[in-house]
């Protein structure tokens, strides 16, 4: 199984990125999926969840209301626009799959390798 993310990259605050999974050897349709990130010299957090067919998110206060979690299951693809950015969002952006069951916690089955995203101010 792999999970590759890509999408970061630099931009001021009040930018937008919008960061892309690709999944690939999983049956992408049956397990819920989330981008978590971690700062440098902190705990990884999470992000934002989706449901196994989108019909549900979640998202951390944080970031409720400026990001937006979506996936096409046709494509096996899941994407995080992330709009207004502020500097604290600065972290490295992982993906995670989940079988079926969406969580808030940080077991999830399969982790990308992270992509950086740096906001300046």
């Known amino acids: 199984v792999q999970l590759e993310e890509s999408g970061g990259g630099l931009v001021q605050a009040g930018g937008s990125l919008r960061l892309s999974c690709a999944a690939s050897?999983?049956?992408?349709?049956?397990?819920?999926m989330a981008w978590f990130r971690q700062a440098p010299g902190k705990e990884r957090e999470i992000v934002a969840v989706?449901?196994?067919?989108?019909?549900?998110?979640y998202y951390a206060d944080s970031v409720k209301g400026r990001f937006t979690i979506s996936r096409d299951n046709a494509k096996d693809t899941m994407h995080l626009q992330m709009n207004s950015l502020k500097p604290e969002d600065t972290a490295v952006y992982y993906c995670?799959?989940?079988?079926?069951?969406?969580?808030?916690?940080?077991?999830?089955?399969?982790w990308g390798r992270g992509t950086q995203v740096t906001v300046s101010s």
């Open positions: 995670a799959a989940r079988f079926k069951v969406a969580g808030l916690g940080d077991k999830y089955d399969y």
């Open positions: 050897d999983l049956i992408f349709s049956n397990y819920a």
């Open positions: 989706i449901s196994r067919s989108g019909s549900t998110t």
